[in-house]
């Protein structure tokens, strides 16, 4: 079957609401709900055919578009590749012109169904935080970790990685438990570097692959939550097979964690990024200020050591 390009609208108010639109009658899947955006033309990029495809379908004029996300799905009529963009900025009045009707939704929420089946995952990423915090408490101490973490959990942090290889075995296991359990008293959900086994004990929503275990998983681990470091276009494919919910891509630049590595920039993130397979976090001596230089590279959000606990911004 042949393969179809399509490009997809993420159009997100600033409350975070995100627009769906219900295909006509007299249309494959009628009824069903789908993100605006259509087929690419021939001479056309995904980033033109979105600007022309949101013109015609909704009356607005894009100023601004992020890449964020590529999936695949073989329906009975059509092999299609969804080009998802996250459209930040628009000119003119939504009008619908090509739906039965438009409603707008909230990450996590499932306000309105049936969704078209290449979907589903895709509202799952969208309900991931933008901001990733990596613990290092084998730097600053376990207390000192488990005080910041708290003061980071009641400022709103959702995502945390628990990464200590400085810690030994006895200390990294009391830390874990300690965190795993503070994270869902604020409705965080938590992922252990690594170690299956202690994520497992201590209840973890996840476990955060490193990049050489990507190399010997063959199956994706029996978790809410699989993430993955990545270095590359190849990690990041690997994590896709993998079936991970997303990876963090880097270091962007040299960090104290690893000085050894290069920081691979923005430009070269971005060739690296192209239009992920899963959403990615970019990594490597970034914080809060970086998030919308990473947004525009294909970027899901930041992840970060320091930053995170220091409240530098």
Not at 83 to 102: C, P, Q
Request: net charge neutral; aromatic share 8%.
């Amino acid at each position: 079957m042949k393969l179809t390009e399509v490009a997809a609208a993420i159009i997100a108010r600033p409350d975070g609401q995100f627009l769906l639109g219900q295909r006509a009658p007299e249309t494959y899947y009628a009824g069903y709900w789908e993100f605006p955006g259509g087929k690419v033309e021939p001479g056309e990029t995904p980033h033109d055919a979105l600007i022309r495809e949101l013109h015609e379908e909704l009356g607005i004029v894009v100023t601004r578009a992020d890449p964020w996300l590529q999936r695949q799905h073989v329906y009975e009529h059509a092999h299609v590749r969804l080009n998802f963009f996250r459209v930040r900025a628009w000119t003119g009045k939504i009008t619908d012109h090509v739906h039965s009707r438009l409603a707008w939704q909230h990450p996590g929420e499932r306000g309105v169904s049936p969704m078209l089946p290449a979907n589903a995952s895709v509202l799952t990423a969208l309900a991931l935080p933008d901001f990733y915090a990596i613990t290092h408490a084998g730097q600053i101490g376990i207390d000192a970790q488990l005080k910041r973490l708290t003061q980071a959990l009641q400022s709103g942090v959702k995502l945390v990685q628990l990464r200590e290889p400085e810690l030994d075995v006895a200390g990294r296991m009391a830390f874990v438990h300690a965190a795993v359990s503070l994270c869902h008293q604020f409705g965080a959900r938590v992922l252990v570097n690594a170690d299956q086994t202690l994520a497992q004990e201590s209840g973890a929503d996840g476990v955060h692959l490193r990049a050489a275990q990507l190399k010997e998983i063959t199956q994706r681990p029996d978790f809410s939550l699989v993430a993955a470091s990545c270095h590359g276009a190849a990690d990041l494919a690997a994590a896709a097979t993998l079936g991970c919910d997303f990876a963090v891509l880097g270091p962007v630049n040299a960090t104290t964690t690893h000085p050894d590595r290069t920081g691979m920039g923005w430009a070269r993130f971005s060739i690296e990024a192209g239009f992920p397979p899963l959403p990615i976090f970019a990594l490597g001596g970034l914080g809060w200020r970086d998030m919308d230089q990473a947004r525009r590279a294909g970027a899901h959000g930041i992840a970060a050591i320091r930053a995170a606990w220091s409240g530098q911004s």
